[in-house]
């Protein structure tokens, strides 16, 4: 047994301590059942003491019997005269009813297509927003072969006046069509807005005046134009470029003007004295106009650059940027297409010789059939002697031998003849299905490469953004496959013979991959918000080497009021041959500019080292699309420039003269903890400028064209490896020749 002493304090008071902990539980409960009236209920989402609930009910009941006992106020409402109404409508004189692009018996057609003349309303015709997002890509060009008529309008334009060596710039922008759409449905107009003073007429048309003799005017509303006029007429015109240039002296912008569409580019422009409204159209060359705008939109909208020389490529302003490898990869694929593109035309053409063919023979057995069955009538007349004339006849009728015998034979000839072309028909048409699904995948492969498309996954588990933008069912391909059958087949005769025009739409050359790109470019691209915007480009091949330049684009728009007669006749006389809408000039002036850019000069140079007093410097030039280099030295009064000669791509050497205009003042040698400086009189300024040996070996210029110049020869060893294994008799994989296919 413990000692007391020897116990501590909880063990010797633990009785004492249970106790108080339950005295204090027992007075816990007390209050909160006892003394603060725990028996409470929720009434009206208030706790109230169960004594008090009878006292609110009775309160409440009280309220609402007088409520009930009490004069009921209903409100006044005003009932619209509509016998006058209708009174008024019948009496007006009948009026010819305009064109309202909305099927007959749907409802909702706007009353003011009906209303005379001097009671139309104006209509509130907003303007479209300027784009956003812009974007801008600079490159240096090479034209491939072009048609002569294009190819002088393009040397006269570009600043250079060489189709082989000329500079452009491709600006993107993104074109809000979901703010033009509220606009032209007038959704955050504000009423003040929408009133105008117009003058009072009676019904023959007259302004009415007052006892004073001036004119009566009253305040009325502009309303929306009609959503059956504008839905349809929402479509892009022209995608245009304005464009500032520095001044390297003042370091400010001017010299703001348009830029001239590219020749090949398809552009309504507001601009055009054609198109602006000053001059009538008939309408139908209008009804024409309209069509061909909506059919194009993807030519207005994203023009094609012009055909580049290899092994220059031309990628879309928003595209990524190439690295070299991918710039083989590119070129392989672009060398694909071509060859694809190029065995689609053949088997056409044969398809068309051999439906042609047909239709030639089919012409010459009718002929030979009627003449057959003017020989059998003449046999069967009283002149007619024995039964070998009958047999004759009849065996020529059902192909036996005998009098008939050459019909016959020369019926089984065609229709063997008949059915060989239909196997061999049949035979291409599946070649073709097979070059068809080759040619898809190049160009599904190139969207992907450029970045203009995701990789489509279908195994992958979220396929929302797949789906979007290959549509269901098979992603791409499938979608791909039909329209192409769209495009190649003009419709399909006896024995699988293709029928009609086999060029489908009359395809230019190079246009069935453009074809097939316009499938998986949608119209309209949505935005992370839930909009949709219009991706637009336009390009500009007027700028001069060595400048700097920005660009806005302004995006011209069909005007809805555009030949439509039921307009009142200050709108019509505006707008009735106005093809295209603009932005305002407020909002021009505040819209985006791209980025500067400047595009590469004729020539660049590097100090690279000295010798003494002189200077050696590194000279690069640019000729067909590639940079060339010479190391050459200078002495103080010397022109930067000299003679670089050029034997690449298989050509016999020319030389080439360059001049950077820059004329060389002085050489600070290199020493101890001192770069070698070269002094040089700045041909843009005009002023001494210096340039430092280091800065310039590392100048991220002269790495790039270093790099831009090692890729061009990779690209030329590659092209000439495979000319070399196609000499040697070397197909593509999977790859069709032409005697395989029958050429």
Not at 132 to 140: D, E
Not at 359 to 374: N, Q, V
Not at 437 to 443: A, F, Y
Not at 670 to 681: E, P
Request: hydrophobic content about 35%.
């Amino acid at each position: 047994m413990m000692k007391p002493k020897d116990a501590g304090f909880f063990s010797l008071h633990i009785e004492k301590i249970i106790l108080l902990i339950a005295l204090l539980i027992c007075a816990l409960l007390a209050m909160m059942y006892v003394v603060s009236s725990p028996n409470k209920i929720k009434m009206n989402n208030k706790l109230v003491d169960a004594g008090k609930a009878a006292k609110m009910v009775e309160a409440e009941s009280q309220r609402l019997r007088s409520g009930l006992n009490a004069e009921p106020e209903i409100p006044e409402v005003h009932t619209p005269d509509y016998s006058s109404e209708f009174n008024s409508r019948l009496n007006e004189t009948t009026v010819a009813v305009a064109s309202s692009y909305l099927p007959l018996g749907n409802p909702g057609t706007d009353k003011n297509l009906f209303t005379q003349d001097n009671k139309i309303p104006l209509y509130y015709l907003p303007t479209p927003p300027m784009p956003n997002a812009l974007a801008v890509r600079i490159g240096n060009a090479v034209l491939d072969k072009i048609d002569d008529d294009t190819m002088e309008e393009i040397v006269n334009v570009t600043y250079t006046g060489n189709p082989e060596n000329f500079r452009y710039a491709s600006i993107k922008a993104e074109f809000p069509i979901d703010v033009w759409s509220e606009r032209l449905a007038a959704k955050d107009v504000s009423d003040e807005l929408l009133q105008y003073n117009a003058v009072v007429k009676d019904d023959e048309g007259n302004p009415i005046l007052d006892a004073e003799g001036n004119v009566v005017t009253e305040v009325r509303k502009m309303q929306p134009v009609p959503e059956g006029w504008w839905r349809r007429m929402l479509a892009v015109t022209s995608v245009m470029l304005e464009r500032e240039e520095l001044d390297p002296i003042t370091g400010e912008w001017g010299n703001r003007q348009f830029v001239s569409n590219m020749p090949t580019q398809i552009a309504y422009r507001p601009d055009n004295s054609r198109f602006d409204g000053s001059t009538p159209m008939p309408k139908i060359e209008a009804q024409r106009i309209v069509q061909d705008v909506k059919a194009r939109q993807m030519d207005i909208c994203r023009p094609e650059f012009l055909p580049m020389a290899f092994p220059l490529n031309w990628v879309p302003p928003d595209a990524k940027k190439l690295t070299p490898e991918e710039e083989k990869e590119l070129y392989k694929i672009r060398k694909n297409i071509a060859r694809y593109e190029k065995q689609l035309t053949k088997i056409q053409e044969n398809l068309e010789k051999m439906r042609k063919r047909d239709e030639m023979e089919k012409t010459r057995r009718d002929a030979s059939g009627s003449r057959s069955r003017g020989t059998t009538s003449r046999s069967r007349s009283p002149r007619s002697t024995g039964g070998a004339g009958m047999m004759g006849a009849m065996g020529g009728e059902m192909g036996m031998e005998g009098g008939g015998g050459r019909t016959s034979r020369s019926g089984r000839s065609a229709r063997t003849r008949s059915t060989g072309r239909t196997d061999q028909g049949s035979l291409l048409q599946e070649q073709m299905m097979q070059i068809q699904e080759r040619l898809i995948k190049e160009i599904e492969e190139r969207e992907v490469l450029l970045g203009r498309r995701e990789e489509f996954d279908p195994n992958a588990e979220d396929n929302n953004m797949n789906m979007g933008m290959y549509g269901r069912g098979g992603g791409m391909q499938d979608m791909m496959m039909g329209e192409m059958d769209n495009m190649m087949m003009g419709g399909m005769g006896p024995g699988g013979m293709m029928g009609g025009n086999p060029m489908g739409m009359g395809m230019r050359p190079g246009s069935i991959s453009r074809r097939l790109s316009q499938v998986v470019e949608t119209q309209y691209e949505m935005k992370e918000d839930g909009t949709r915007v219009m991706k637009v480009w336009a390009h500009d091949i007027t700028i001069q080497p060595g400048k700097t330049y920005r660009y806005r684009v302004i995006v011209s728009v069909l005007n809805p009021l555009f030949s439509q007669h039921r307009v009142s006749a200050d709108q019509k006389a505006a707008n009735n041959y106005k093809l295209a809408l603009i932005p305002s000039e407020e909002e021009r002036v505040a819209g985006e500019w791209t980025e500067a850019v400047t595009p590469d000069p004729q020539s660049y140079f590097f100090l690279v080292g000295n010798s003494a007093s002189s200077a050696r410097v590194e000279v690069w030039a640019l000729n067909r699309g590639k940079w060339l280099r010479k190391e050459f030295t200078f002495e103080p009064g010397d022109e930067i420039g000299g003679i670089i000669e050029d034997d690449s791509d298989g050509r016999d050497k020319i030389e080439i003269p360059v001049s950077s205009g820059a004329v060389m003042v002085d050489m600070i040698a290199a020493s101890k903890g001192r770069n070698a400086q070269l002094l040089y009189v700045d041909p843009e300024s005009n002023a001494i400028s210096y340039r430092d040996a280091n800065s310039d070996k590392d100048s991220p210029t002269r790495i790039r064209i270093q790099n831009e110049a090692v890729s061009f020869d990779e690209l030329i060893i590659e092209r000439d490896r495979d000319t070399t294994s196609n000499s040697r008799g070397q197909m593509m994989p999977n790859m069709m020749n032409d005697q395989m296919m029958g050429f």
